[in-house]
């Protein structure tokens, strides 16, 4: 193993995979996480961006099984040498659904979370230590005892983060946590996110709307038919607002609309905001200036 | 009994009032009636009807009543279990008895999909009533309409285990270690003696079903006619 790979969380070399049954969802993918980043994976639907997750705690291929070539290191760790039983305290995966990673086992929230430390076999102060933790971290403090089942959708979805970060992995990879959550549910979980990456996590998160992303994200990898089409900062990223749409993919409202208005009045700007604070901002200055 | 003690009584009793009085009903007639049960000899009644002389057989008349009896017994037992065991201990107690840990999930998992396998039949009944699923119909459509929640139901849970088996993947099901179980179960006595007594029951039955071979043909008679 070589050592400059231990020094990134996630590191993807070269990597083409083909499902047994749907040939190069990815190819030839190679990016680096650098420790405390933020990164959005953003692509249309069928990009292979949840493909992409799972190859990060070794679901693919060691679930899935098909053909794969290139290689992906986690925490300096060859995802095809380990099992996803030993990538899991290294990945923290949360899915789309909620429910349906709901271990089926725990009766209350507390159990639902301190089921993967079980399940790899932890000593129980640790296991009761972690889980206090993890509870307070995502905001479900006072739920504990509550079945995992009556929580609400953004509810469930904080406990499915709270079960990894339970497990404290190197990096936490979303896979479109919020696309089946109302909007409240939708804030909750990327309130979670910014704290956790305040506190120095590591996290990478595949969505389709980018509005949320473009908010904490530092960095977007734009995936499109299994390529990377587009990677660099969240900024670089988003102002190249006809790309981006030629995949499929929206850009933030207030980006495009100032790229409407440079392109159809004529304007000349700088820089597009990408977020509504920025939008704010600029079109201030430019009513302010007479400029529309 | 058992059933009151655990305050479930209602919730076991209907099912069984449900399931069993009607087939009787079936059954009795069917088997005790000359329609061909093969195992008809004693004939303890004869009806009058239309002029008719119509005998009713003993054998009949006895399986009709057990066969139905011993599936109440099956299903209250079934109710019982569901109903009255707590899940944490249940786990505890499979996990002291050194289960491997992947039959402990299969049966924690059964009983926890119960309820959730309820949500999903409700959901699927009404998305099938929206759509136009006529509930005023015959028999033989209801049947019919039954095939249309099964079907869905099957369809989407292959699809929800083929889920759940990911998520128990990526967080460590089968790594090869020593699991912890986080609830510590302690036999007390009562525990014991209950045991016990289930097992000596459980021998005198057997010691009984192997001896006089419990089968109403041979039994009933002896019993009623001497």
């Known amino acids: 193993m070589a050592v400059s790979k231990v020094q990134y969380p996630i590191s993807v070399e070269g990597f083409t995979y083909s499902y047994p049954s749907k040939p190069y969802v990815l190819r030839d993918i190679s990016f680096k996480v650098e420790r405390g980043e933020a990164v959005g994976i953003i692509g249309p639907n069928g990009a292979g961006k949840s493909t992409l997750c799972r190859a990060l705690n070794g679901l693919v291929p060691h679930f899935y099984g098909g053909r794969m070539s290139g290689r992906i290191y986690v925490a300096g760790m060859d995802t095809l040498k380990h099992t996803v039983a030993e990538l899991s305290t290294k990945v923290g995966l949360v899915f789309q659904e909620p429910e349906t990673q709901l271990s089926g086992l725990a009766l209350t929230v507390e159990d639902e979370i301190s089921f993967g430390l079980s399940m790899l076999g932890y000593p129980k102060e640790v296991i009761l230590d972690r889980t206090r933790e993890a509870i307070e971290k995502v905001g479900l403090k006072g739920l504990e005892h509550r079945s995992p089942f009556e929580l609400s959708g953004g509810q469930q979805q904080r406990l499915a983060i709270a079960t990894v970060l339970a497990m404290k992995p190197e990096v936490i990879v979303l896979d479109e946590p919020a696309a089946q959550l109302d909007p409240l549910g939708k804030s909750q979980v990327f309130d979670v996110l910014r704290e956790l990456l305040r506190e120095g996590s590591t996290i990478l998160v595949a969505e389709h709307e980018i509005e949320e992303l473009a908010t904490f994200t530092h960095r977007l990898i734009l995936l499109d038919g299994g390529r990377i089409l587009c990677d660099g900062s969240s900024r670089h990223v988003l102002r190249q607002v006809e790309r981006l749409k030629s995949s499929g993919v929206d850009p933030p409202s207030v980006t495009e609309l100032a790229h409407l208005v440079k392109t159809v009045c004529r304007m000349r700007l700088e820089d597009y905001p990408i977020t509504v604070e920025e939008a704010v901002g600029l079109f201030a200055e430019l009513l302010e200036g007479g400029r529309i | 009994m058992l059933a009151f003690v655990g305050r479930v009584a209602r919730q076991v009793g209907l099912p069984l009032l449900v ?130 929640l099964v079907v869905p139901l099957t369809l989407s849970s292959l699809g929800k285990v083929q889920t759940r088996a990911i998520a128990l993947e990526s967080r460590g099901f089968s790594a090869p270690v020593a699991k912890t179980v986080l609830y510590d179960i302690r036999f007390k006595r009562v525990d014991y003696v209950f045991f016990a007594c289930m097992a000596a029951a459980t021998v005198y039955l057997g010691f009984l079903y192997v001896t006089e071979g419990y089968s109403p043909i041979v039994h009933l008679r002896y019993l009623l006619l001497g």
């Open chain 2, 19 to 148: 399931v069993v009085l009607p087939w009787m009903a079936l059954s009795v007639p069917i088997l005790s009636l000359p329609l061909g049960f093969p195992w008809n000899q004693t004939v303890v009644y004869r009806i009058q009807m239309l002029g008719l002389d119509i005998p009713v057989y003993l054998e009949g008349l006895a399986w009709g009543f057990t066969w139905p009896l011993r599936i109440g017994v099956t299903i209250s037992a079934a109710l019982l279990f569901y109903l009255t065991t707590q899940q944490t201990a249940l786990v505890a107690m499979l996990f002291k008895f050194r289960m491997p840990f992947r039959f402990i999930y299969m049966v924690a998992a059964t009983l926890q999909m119960i309820p959730l396998m309820v949500d999903e039949v409700r959901s699927i009944y009404q998305a099938q009533l929206a759509r136009g699923l006529r509930t005023d119909v015959g028999i033989i459509k209801k049947l019919w309409n039954f095939l249309t």
